[in-house]
C-alpha cells in the first residue's frame, strides 16, 4: 500500500497546486489565459498531463486549451532549462548579427533550433521577436538579466561562468 | 411599417427581413457568391474573404459578417472583387497539395471548383516543400493536413453542432494548422468517428476511409463468398450519384449493381433492424417494469454510443443493450448462413453498404469479433459504392431494380425508417403499442417523431400509461438533453439519439449536400417506401421471427438471443486523464487497469483501491501480465464512485462510499470481489 501511494503523491500533490488555481478563478472557462499563465508559473512549463487537466477541470476540450498553449509565444510545452537565454532576433539585432551569437551558444552546448534545451535542464536557448531595447542591439536576455551589444564571446563567457559557479558549489 | 428594409444588389432592388448576414440577401435574390468559411448552420469565422462585395461609400466587405442595412448598394462582381477572389484561391492553392486527379473530393471539391469558376488558371506562388504527415489511424476518417485550407470549418461543427472540439487549431502564423489535441492521431483522441467534419470540409483535408480495394480484392477471391448488408438511408442517398433526384428510392438499382460486381449475396440492413425493434421494444418494456434504469437510450449510432462512453458513463446502464443493426445483421448471417449455404464461416465475408463513417469503427472493434472472426469485415460508405460502381463501367441509371434477397433481405417499413431521425422511436412505438395493448394498431403513424427538428418531444398513451419520449439529433443536443437526465430534470421513458443531421439520410458516408431541402426529400423517399411496403411493423416480419424459431430462443429476449444481439459499453472516461504508470509487468501482451482518483477528495477511496488491486495482482503471481496505472481526475464522484478499466471490454464502475474506511472493509466490498472476478477472467 505505502509503495504504492508514492507513487501516486507527486501527482496528487501536483494537482492539489493547479486545482488551487483553478478555484481561484472559480473555474470560470473565459479565464483560460491566466490560469494557464499561473499553472505555467508554478511548474516552469504546461505538460500534457497538466493541459488536459485544466480541460477537463474547465469542461472544455484538451484541443482548445491546446490550441490556446501553442498559440501564444509565451507558454511553453516543454520544460526549460533553469538558465533560459532569450535572444532578440527584431530587425535591429538580426541585423547586427544575432544569429552568430545563437550559433555560438548552440555550438557550445550542443543545441539547435529543434533541440533548446539541454538534457540536465541546465539551459535553454530560444529566440524571440523584438524586445523593445533595439538601441542595444544586439541584445540577450538571461532569465530577468538583460545583455546589450553581446559578442558571441561574451554569451558564451556567460555559460561557462555559470558552470564554473555551479562546480563551486558542489 | 419600417422604412424599407431594401437594398440594392447589381441594381436590383432586395427586400431584406432577418437574414442575418448580407450574403444571405444577396444569395436569395438569386447572386451566388463563393464562399469557403461560411455554413449557416455554423457561426461566423469570416476568414476566407472570398464572400467579398463593393459596398458603395464603404468599399470591399466580407458579406458573411456584414448585416445588411437598409440602401445599401452593393456590385458583386467589380473587376476589384474578380482580382480580390481569384488571387485569394491562388493563395490558398499555394498551400495546398495538388494531388488533385488522385484526390477521392475532385470533382466535388469546393476549391476546385471556385478556382474553375473563377478563372485561376495559373498559380504563381511556390508550392510549399514541407509535408505533413497524413493521418490514417482512424477506422472512419483519412486527414491529410497538406490539403487544408484552415476554413475552420471542421472545428466548428465538430465543436458547435457535436460538442465534443476534438480537433482545433493549433500553433499561429506560418505553422497554424488545424489537429486533434497535442497534435496526436485522431484515434487516439475523443473523436466519435461521426465524419460531420468530412462532410464540411470544402477540400480532400478529411475524408471517410476509402476500402474499396480491400472490398475488391474479396470480390476477386473465390474462395469468400461475399454477402452485402444495405443500410435503409443508402437507397435514398445513392441516387444524388448518378443524377438521379434527391430521395429516390434505388434499392433495387443498387442490389442489381452489387450483383454484376460480383456480390454473391445482396440483403438489407432493415431486416436487422426489424430484429433490433424485436429486441429493444422488449427490453423497453422490460424495463418499465423495472428491469433496468429509465430513461432507455437507443444504441442504434456508434458515433452516440461512444459520445455516451467518454462523456456520460454513468448513463451507460440506460443505454439499450442491443448491438446496432449493422452489428446485429453481422452475428445473424455468420450464425445461419454457413449451413444454408453449406460454407465454412470463416469464408463468409460480410461488407456493410453504409451512410456512415462510425460504422467503420463500429465494424473494428473486438467485442464484434469472435475467435478472430468479426462480425461485419468490411464497412463502405455510400460514396464508396456510388463509385465502385462507377469504376466496374456500370451504367446504374439504365440497369433494371432487382429484389433483394432472402431471407435476411426481407424488411417491413418499420425497419426501413429507421434511417431518418424519429424512425427508430416510431417503429419501436408500433411494436410497443400493439404487444402492451394486445390488439392491432389502427393508426400506424406516430406524426411527433417525425421531423427535421433537433430535439422532438411527445407523449404517447400506451396500455393506459403516457410513455414521454424524446427524439434528438446532433451530440450537442443530446448532451444537453442527457444532462438534464442526469440532474435529473426530465422524466422521459425513452430517448432516441442519432449523430448527424436528420438521422443517417445525411451520414457522413452520403453524397454530400448541405441543402436541408435535399435531407427533407432524403427522409420523405424513406416514408415513401414504408407506405409502399407491403408490412408496416417489424413484429409483422416472419422472416425475423423464424430466424428466431431456427437459433435464437424461438422468442425476442431469450438467453440465445441475448448471446447474440445484445453488447455491453465501455467507460472512456479516463480517456484524457493524467496518468501515472504505477506497475508494468514484461509479458508480451499486458492487461491494462486504470484506477481512477479524485484529486478533489482528500484520502480518496480510489488510492486505497489502487493499492489493493497492486497488492491483490502481486499476490496472485499476476504482476508480470499487468499494466497498472493510476488516472487523475477533478471531475466530482459525487457519490463516490470509482472508474476502474479492466481490459479494453470490462469496466466496472465501483461505488466505495467515504465511510469505507479500513482496508479490511474494503477488501470485503462486493464491488471490489467484481473488479478482482474480472481481472481474472480478462487473464484467463
Ligand atoms: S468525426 Fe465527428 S467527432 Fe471526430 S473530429 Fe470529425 S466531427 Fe469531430
Ligand atoms: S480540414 Fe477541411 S474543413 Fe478543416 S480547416 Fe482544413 S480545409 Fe477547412
Ligand atoms: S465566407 Fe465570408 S469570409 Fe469566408
Known amino acids: 500500500m505505502q509503495e504504492t501511494n508514492e507513487k501516486t503523491a507527486a501527482m496528487i500533490e501536483h494537482l492539489a497546486a493547479v486545482n488551487k488555481i483553478l478555484e481561484k478563478y472559480n473555474c470560470d472557462e473565459s479565464k483560460l489565459i491566466p490560469i494557464l499563465q499561473e499553472v505555467q508559473e508554478e511548474y516552469k512549463y504546461l505538460s500534457k498531463d497538466v493541459i488536459s487537466y485544466v480541460a477537463t477541470s474547465l469542461d472544455i476540450p484538451p484541443a482548445k486549451v491546446y490550441g490556446v498553449a501553442t498559440f501564444y509565444a509565451h507558454f511553453a510545452l516543454e520544460p526549460k532549462g533553469k538558465y533560459v537565454f532569450k535572444l532578440c532576433d527584431g530587425t535591429a539585432c538580426h541585423v547586427k548579427k544575432s544569429h552568430s551569437i545563437l550559433h555560438a551558444l548552440y555550438d557550445r552546448l550542443g543545441l539547435s533550433d529543434d533541440k533548446q534545451t539541454t538534457d540536465d535542464l541546465m539551459f535553454t536557448v530560444e529566440t524571440v521577436s523584438c524586445l523593445g531595447a533595439c538601441g542595444l542591439a544586439p541584445v540577450m536576455l538571461v532569465n530577468e538579466d538583460v545583455y546589450g551589444q553581446v559578442k558571441p564571446e561574451e554569451a558564451v563567457a556567460i555559460i561557462d561562468d555559470i558552470l564554473a559557479k555551479a562546480a563551486a558549489a558542489e | ?684
Open chain 2, 1 to 684: 411599417m419600417s422604412i424599407n428594409k431594401e437594398i440594392i444588389v447589381n441594381g436590383i432592388t432586395v427586400a431584406f427581413d432577418n437574414e442575418r448576414n448580407l450574403l444571405e440577401v444577396i444569395r436569395k435574390a438569386g447572386i451566388e457568391i463563393p464562399t469557403f468559411c461560411y455554413h449557416s448552420e455554423l457561426s461566423i469565422y469570416g476568414a476566407c474573404r472570398l464572400c467579398v462585395v463593393e459596398v458603395e461609400g464603404r468599399g470591399v466587405m466580407a458579406t458573411c459578417s456584414t448585416k445588411p442595412e437598409p440602401g445599401m448598394v452593393i456590385h458583386t462582381d467589380t473587376k476589384q472583387i474578380r482580382s480580390i477572389r481569384k488571387i485569394n484561391i491562388e493563395l490558398l492553392l499555394a498551400n495546398h497539395d495538388r494531388e488533385c486527379p488522385s484526390c477521392v473530393r475532385s470533382a466535388n471539391c469546393t476549391l476546385q471548383d471556385l478556382a474553375r469558376r473563377l478563372g485561376v488558371e495559373e498559380v504563381r506562388y511556390k508550392q510549399l516543400e514541407e509535408r505533413e504527415e497524413i493521418d490514417h489511424s482512424s477506422p472512419s476518417l483519412t486527414r491529410d493536413p497538406n490539403k487544408c485550407v484552415l476554413c475552420g470549418d471542421c472545428v466548428r461543427v465538430c465543436d458547435e453542432v457535436q460538442g465534443i472540439g476534438a480537433i482545433d487549431f493549433i500553433g499561429r502564423g506560418a505553422n497554424a494548422k488545424v489537429a486533434p489535441a497535442f497534435d496526436q492521431d485522431l484515434s487516439s483522441v475523443e473523436c466519435v468517428n461521426c465524419g460531420q467534419c468530412a462532410a464540411v470540409c470544402p477540400t480532400g483535408a478529411i475524408i471517410p476511409k476509402q476500402d474499396r480495394n480491400d472490398v475488391w480484392d474479396l470480390l476477386h477471391d473465390d474462395s469468400k463468398i461475399v454477402v452485402a448488408q444495405v443500410a435503409p438511408a443508402v437507397r435514398v442517398g445513392l441516387g444524388e450519384h448518378f443524377g438521379f433526384e434527391p430521395g429516390e428510392n434505388t434499392a433495387g438499382q443498387l442490389v442489381n449493381a452489387l450483383k454484376m460486381m460480383g456480390f454473391d449475396y445482396v440483403f438489407d440492413t432493415s431486416f436487422a433492424a426489424d430484429m433490433t425493434i424485436f429486441e429493444e421494444a422488449t427490453e423497453f418494456l422490460d424495463r418499465l417494469g423495472g428491469s433496468a434504469p429509465l430513461p432507455m437510450f437507443t444504441s442504434c449510432c456508434p458515433a452516440w454510443v461512444k459520445f455516451a462512453e467518454i462523456y456520460f458513463p454513468e448513463l451507460l446502464p440506460n443505454l439499450s443493450s442491443c448491438k446496432s443493426p449493422q452489428q446485429m445483421f453481422g452475428s445473424v448471417a455468420k450464425k445461419v448462413l454457413p449451413a444454408k449455404l453449406n460454407a465454412d464461416k470463416k469464408d463468409i465475408v460480410v461488407v456493410s453498404i453504409m451512410p456512415c463513417t462510425a460504422k467503420k469503427y463500429e465494424a473494428t472493434l473486438d467485442k464484434f469479433k469472435h475467435e478472430d472472426i468479426p462480425e461485419v469485415d468490411k464497412v463502405l460508405t455510400t460514396v464508396e459504392v456510388g463509385r465502385m460502381i462507377n469504376s466496374a463501367g456500370i451504367k446504374f441509371d439504365e440497369l433494371d431494380p432487382e429484389a433483394f434477397d432472402m431471407p435476411l433481405g426481407f424488411s417491413t417499413g418499420a425497419g426501413v425508417i429507421f434511417g431518418a431521425t424519429g424512425g427508430v422511436m416510431e417503429a419501436a412505438l408500433r411494436f410497443a403499442y400493439e404487444k402492451v395493448e394486445g390488439k392491432t394498431i389502427k393508426q400506424l403513424e406516430f406524426k411527433e417523431v417525425r421531423g427535421l427538428d433537433a430535439v422532438k418531444e411527445a407523449t404517447v398513451n400506451v396500455g393506459g400509461t403516457d410513455l414521454k419520449v424524446a427524439v434528438v439529433y446532433g451530440l450537442k443536443k443530446a448532451k444537453e438533453l442527457a444532462e438534464k437526465i442526469r440532474a435529473g430534470e426530465a422524466d422521459y421513458h425513452f430517448v432516441e439519439v442519432m449523430a448527424c443531421p436528420g438521422g443517417c439520410i445525411a451520414g457522413a458516408g452520403q453524397p454530400i449536400t448541405h441543402d436541408i431541402e435535399v435531407r427533407k426529400e432524403r427522409a420523405k423517399g424513406l416514408y415513401t417506401a414504408d407506405k409502399r411496403m407491403q408490412l408496416h411493423k417489424s413484429q409483422d416480419n416472419y422472416m425475423v421471427q423464424e430466424c428466431y424459431n431456427e437459433c435464437m430462443g424461438g422468442e425476442a429476449g431469450s438467453h440465445e438471443a441475448h448471446h447474440t444481439l445484445h453488447t455491453n459499453y465501455q467507460n472512456r472516461c479516463q480517456i484524457f486523464d493524467a496518468r501515472v504508470p504505477v506497475l508494468k509487468g514484461d509479458a508480451d501482451k499486458l492487461l491494462p487497469i486504470i484506477v481512477t482518483i479524485c484529486t478533489k477528495q482528500e484520502n480518496d477511496p480510489g488510492q486505497k483501491l489502487l493499492a489493493l488491486i497492486v497488492d491483490y495482482v502481486k499476490n496472485n503471481n499476476l504482476a508480470d501480465k499487468v499494466e497498472i496505472e493510476a488516472a487523475f481526475t477533478s471531475r466530482p464522484s459525487a457519490d463516490g464512485t470509482i472508474a476502474v478499466t479492466v481490459g479494453s471490454q470490462t469496466v466496472e464502475r465501483s461505488k466505495f462510499k467515504n465511510a469505507i474506511n479500513t482496508e479490511e472493509e474494503l477488501a470485503n466490498n462486493a464491488e471490489f470481489a467484481k473488479i478482482k472476478e474480472a481481472i481474472d477472467k480478462e487473464l484467463a
